[in-house]
């Protein structure tokens, strides 16, 4: 059964203090990994796409990498507007179209 | 539009009754998906348009869900006979491409409808 599991289910950092969150998955056909950034009341906001094992993505503070069973998003010297909750999915072909499985997310609080 | 929108962004209703949840995508986005997202859990896919069509229906619940798009627009998912169990926030995607093809494009998300059902 395809999979995605988030850790920590929350995160709280003092502002400043670098850390990372994993998202790892058990799937067949992988065809992608996406992290997305959801606030309360709105909708999952897309931050980055990884297409492949070694790939790094970079966005401001946020970096993105992926090996073959897991992904991290690391976050440099958070700020307080850093606070969300962050979603990994994974891409997968299934019945003839592209598939997001979607993991439980991870919840940052960043104090100042 | 400038982005998904969705209707009504509350919906508070009673057990067995039914309710329509509306999704607006982005004008000339092909690909149109519906989600649920309850308390402390992850996205749960329920179904996938390709224009009008849904070729994928296999994460709605039970039979008491429905959906439909037309014009290759506006979409409305239908829950019959609602349950407390239905209670959640329902969040519409569309995406530019046909989600067959690659490369894939991102999918924007609507602010979602959150349902409760008493």
């Known amino acids: 059964e395809d999979q995605v599991t988030q850790s920590p289910e929350a995160l709280r950092l003092q502002e400043g203090e670098s850390s990372s969150l994993n998202c790892s998955y058990t799937?067949?056909?992988?065809?992608?990994l996406f992290w997305y950034r959801q606030d309360p009341g709105k909708g999952p906001e897309f931050l980055f796409t990884l297409y492949s094992a070694g790939e790094e993505k970079e966005k401001e503070r946020l970096k993105a990498t992926l090996t073959k069973k897991e992904s991290f998003l690391h976050i440099t010297a958070p700020k307080p507007e850093d606070s969300a909750t962050y979603l990994c999915a994974v891409l997968l072909f299934s019945g003839g179209y592209n598939k997001l499985i979607f993991g439980a997310g991870t919840r940052l609080a960043v104090h100042p | 539009g400038a982005g998904v929108s969705q209707s009504p962004s509350n919906k508070v209703t009673e057990k067995g009754k039914d309710v329509e949840l509306r999704c607006d995508p982005i004008?000339?986005?092909?690909?149109l998906y519906w989600y649920r997202q309850s308390l402390g859990q992850g996205l749960e896919f329920l179904i996938y348009?390709?224009?009008?069509?849904?070729?994928?229906k296999s994460g709605l619940p039970s039979d008491r869900f429905s959906a439909e798009r037309t014009g290759g627009s506006v979409s409305t998912l239908t829950i019959q006979r609602t349950q407390q169990e239905d209670s959640a926030v329902y969040l519409c995607a569309s995406s530019l491409s046909l989600a067959g093809v690659t490369p894939y494009n991102e999918q924007f998300f609507g602010p979602g409808t959150r349902l409760t059902v008493l």
């Open positions: 348009f390709q224009g009008n069509s849904a070729p994928d």
């Open positions: 799937v067949s056909g992988l065809r992608g």
């Open positions: 004008s000339g986005h092909t690909a």
